[in-house]
């Protein structure tokens, strides 16, 4: 069964950095469009980035635009979200979604993506 596959989450201060993959088992990784998203305890499911097939278009929620950067490698099969100055409220499960081919025309329309892992804890202290 093809998977995505969230990791690369842990416990960072304030300020600090973390790095997350995300590897599609598959084997036609570059037919699909990739996102990240993340739920906090008792919140709805959120946008945070997102990128094209071939890396060549990249979107961003405002809460966490300049301070993260979304980018693929499809010969290893793998979308990345490089964090930096994480912040309390940053503290989420984040996920990973796909979707064929391109992206949705509003990248955050979390019910436009078709496969989704099963996410990461991400948890920032103040």
């Known amino acids: 069964q093809v998977q995505l596959v969230e990791s690369g989450g842990g416990l960072v201060q304030a300020g600090g950095s973390l790095r997350l993959s995300c590897v599609d088992s598959?084997?036609?990784?570059?037919?699909?469009?990739m996102a990240w998203f993340r739920q906090a305890p008792g919140q709805d499911r959120e946008f945070v980035s997102a990128i094209t097939w071939n890396g060549g278009s990249t979107y961003y929620a405002d809460a966490v635009k300049g301070r993260f950067t979304i980018s693929r490698d499809n010969a290893r099969n793998t979308v990345y979200l490089e964090m930096n100055s994480l912040k309390p409220e940053d503290t989420a499960v984040y996920y990973c979604?796909?979707?064929?081919?391109?992206?949705?025309?509003?990248?955050?329309?979390?019910?436009?993506?078709?496969?989704w892992g099963q996410g990461t804890q991400v948890t920032v202290s103040s």
């Open positions: 979604a796909a979707r064929r081919f391109r992206l949705p025309e509003r990248p955050q329309s979390l019910s436009e993506y078709e496969r």
């Open positions: 598959g084997r036609t990784f570059n037919n699909w469009a």
